[in-house]
C-alpha cells in the first residue's frame, strides 16, 4: 500500500481486510486466508458483513487465457475453471459480480497448470503483471464513480 493503510486479520470474514480511499470513495480490500479454492467463504461473509451488493464488488483473479502483463474488467460471466470464482459463484448462487482478470499465460499444457499458478513468475512476467496492475488501479476511480465501462474502455486499450 502507498498510503500507510495496514491489514488486519477479521476471523469473522477468514481474510485480511484493509480500508482505502480512491477517487473520493471508500474502498474495502479483502485478502482470503482460505485455500483459493474455497475464496467464496470470505467473499460472501465479507460482502453480508459491510452490506455490499455483490454487483459492487470487484474479484481480482489470475487468468491463464490472458498473457503476463494483460488486464481486463468483465462483469458477470462463468468461472472459465477458475476454482477460486467457481466457490465464489457457487456462494453467492450466480456470477453477477465484476472481475479483474489478471494474465498470468498459460505454461503450454494442462499438466503444468497447478506448479504454473502456484509458483512465482519469472522477473519480467512480474514486471509485466505489476505494470498492468497499475494499469488497473488508474482506471479505478472510473469504476468506482459508476463509470464502469468507461473504466473497462479505457484498460482495454491501454497500451
Not at 460471466?77 to 498459460?106: E, P, S, Y
Amino acid at each position: 500500500m502507498e498510503h500507510g493503510e495496514r491489514w488486519a486479520f477479521d476471523g469473522k470474514l477468514h481474510g485480511e481486510t484493509c480500508k482505502l480511499r480512491i477517487g473520493g470513495e471508500t474502498v474495502w480490500l479483502l485478502k482470503p486466508a482460505t485455500f483459493m479454492n474455497k475464496s467464496g467463504i470470505a467473499v460472501a461473509s465479507a460482502l453480508r458483513y459491510y452490506k455490499i451488493a455483490p454487483e459492487e464488488c470487484l474479484v481480482a483473479h489470475d487468468e491463464l487465457d490472458l498473457p503476463p502483463g494483460t488486464v481486463r474488467m468483465k462483469f458477470d460471466g462463468g468461472h472459465g475453471g477458475q476454482n477460486g470464482l467457481r466457490d465464489i459463484m457457487a456462494h453467492l448462487g450466480h456470477g453477477k459480480f465484476h472481475r479483474l482478470r489478471v494474465g498470468i499465460g498459460h505454461p503450454g499444457h494442462k499438466d503444468k497448470v497447478t506448479p504454473w499458478v502456484l509458483g512465482r513468475p519469472s522477473a519480467a512476467d512480474e514486471d509485466a503483471i505489476m505494470i498492468g496492475l497499475g494499469r488497473a488501479f488508474d482506471v479505478l476511480p472510473l469504476a468506482l464513480s459508476g463509470k464502469f465501462e468507461e473504466a473497462m474502455k479505457r484498460l482495454h486499450t491501454a497500451a
